[in-house]
């Protein structure tokens, strides 16, 4: 087998890695691209409350404005409680958002309880009587938007968004990681930047970490 027949196999191989490699930054671009697109909005409004949650007394949002309010319900859905019309009736009538956390019936009352993110109603009903007295406790709209990035009695949809907010931002994270390590001219800035971002990481945690 002569130098050059010996030679061929390899380079074929070479060539063919070659191509994977393009191809493979081809598809990391793309897909780095795309998802950063899709998830622009999600981000910037995680990244903004993310923020806020962390500087409540930017804007004061930690402290509540409470209000009480009274009213009557019909004595029939109060005698043996129907669970639908006396919820139905608080939405409708008496300003009660969100959802149910808890219905409780006692002998002489009940006492309901709803939540939506930096919003909690709280009601206590007379049966014998049908009168309510209700708190509501509101924390504003940068209470709200704060407790939305933390997913607080936002309910199933909004942590789906939560959810396929951190997976895209993962798959933006390991797309860039891979374009910037097969670029060979730009893997050694990228290898040394993570291993900086670690070692930063690391030393805050255990130095500086109550």
Known sequence: MSAETAHYPRTQAADAAH??????????????????????VAVIFFATTGLLLNHPD??????????TATGKLPFGMLKEPDKVAVVEALRKDHGATGALESF?????????VFRSPGRRFDAT???????LEATIETHGFVGRITELHRGVDAGPAWRLIIDATAILLLIISCTGLSLWLLVPKWRP???????????ICTA?????VP
């Open 125 to 131: 009903i007379e049966r014998s009587t049908g009168h």
């Open 58 to 67: 930017w804007f004061n949002s930690s402290d509540p404005h409470t209000r």
């Open 204 to 208: 805050v945690y255990f130095v500086l």
């Open 19 to 40: 191509h994977r490699r393009l191809l493979w930054r081809k598809w990391a671009r793309n897909i780095h691209i795309y998802t950063s697109m899709l998830a622009l």
């Open 104 to 112: 409780d019936v006692q002998e002489g009352q009940l006492d309901l």
């Open 189 to 199: 800035l990228g290898l040394a930047a993570i291993a900086v971002c670690l070692v």
